[in-house]
């Protein structure tokens, strides 16, 4: 992994930087940034999840207006995907999802196959895409907004639940938004969980639902785009 810049590091140990607040809430898009070639190395506490989760974007496309970026997440100790996401969150716009792709099952279950996404389980093997793409926060939002979304028979809400501490392996200094994802599916889609968002730096903590424990940052690498 490329090594970060030292003047970045001591900026993200010494605490993320403006909350991009004002009177009308917090830029949610400044919480999730996508520019430039940036890849997040996360760990978790769990027994079973007991590897290096590596997420890194692998493509950019321009859908609708939105700049849609694809993060991969790949256990670095396997070498293999776990999921993908197709994520967008421009300057101005809401933070939005627009597809995803599911390697295997979340609850470690082996169903493959011609899911439809119209089901109650998340779709394994094969891309599910958003159209229109489905909103996770307001343009600007507050602690306590609430986003609800049906899209392919899934029923989703949103809800920027908090701004607080979100401590992680990398720095113990960030605070960051708090979204909670809920869906209808009893099998949910990779993204259904807890996030929490750090300005300028993006996932600080991500708890995918029915886990016990979130995966924490431990290194992260930004480089400008050319």
């Known amino acids: 992994m490329r090594a ?11 605490g993320c930087g403006t909350q991009a607040y004002t009177y009308s809430g917090y830029w949610t898009a400044d919480h999730f940034p996508l520019g430039g070639e940036r890849v997040w190395k996360y760990r978790n506490e769990a027994e079973h999840l007991d590897y290096h989760m590596v997420v ?7 859908v609708k207006g939105d700049d849609v970026v694809t993060l991969n997440y790949t256990n670095e100790d396997a070498g293999a995907l776990v999921y993908s ?28 196959g011609d ?8 779709v394994i093997g094969s891309w599910v895409d958003f159209n229109p793409p489905l909103e996770l926060t307001e343009r600007q939002g507050s602690p306590g907004d609430v986003v609800k979304t049906t899209i392919n028979g899934v029923d989703y809400v949103s809800t920027f639940d908090a ?14 938004m708090k979204v909670v994802i809920e869906s209808s599916e009893s099998e949910p889609a990779p993204f259904v969980g807890t996030w929490h968002w750090a300005t300028e730096y993006g996932t600080s903590l991500f708890q995918p639902a029915g886990e016990d424990y979130p995966w924490k940052l431990e290194e992260y690498d930004w480089t400008e785009s050319d």
């Open 4 to 14: 970060l810049p030292i003047s970045l590091a001591l900026f993200a140990l010494s």
């Open 56 to 62: 890194e974007n692998i493509s950019r496309e321009t």
């Open 85 to 112: 996401i197709k994520w967008s969150a421009d300057k101005g716009s809401a933070v939005k999802i627009h597809g995803y792709y599911l390697a295997e099952s979340m609850s470690g279950g082996d169903d493959e």
């Open 115 to 122: 899911d439809t996404g119209m089901g109650t389980d998340a």
């Open 163 to 176: 701004y607080e501490a979100c401590p992680n392996i990398w720095t113990q200094q960030w605070d960051c």
